[in-house]
């Protein structure tokens, strides 16, 4: 595997990982306000794995663009 496709290779599970993470923090926030209970903190946080992922997200892109420059 070329080291772009192993980049993105390693990508695609980091994007998945923080797909799952976001997922839980939505979920633990949803138990949060069914409990009538604080969600500022949870939802800083939530807003901090959706910044991480748009960068996942914006890496896969540049991977693919160079990935197909090199074809």
Do not use: C, P, W
Request: aromatic share 2%; no cysteine.
């Amino acid at each position: 595997m070329s080291k772009l496709g192993e980049q993105l290779h390693l990508n695609d599970a980091q994007v998945r990982e923080a797909e799952r993470r976001l997922e839980l923090q939505r979920t633990f926030i949803a138990r949060l306000h069914a409990s009538s209970k604080d969600t500022t903190s949870a939802r800083e946080s939530l807003e901090v794995i959706r910044d991480i992922l748009r960068g996942l997200y914006l890496q896969r892109l540049q991977l693919r663009r160079r990935m197909g420059r090199g074809k």
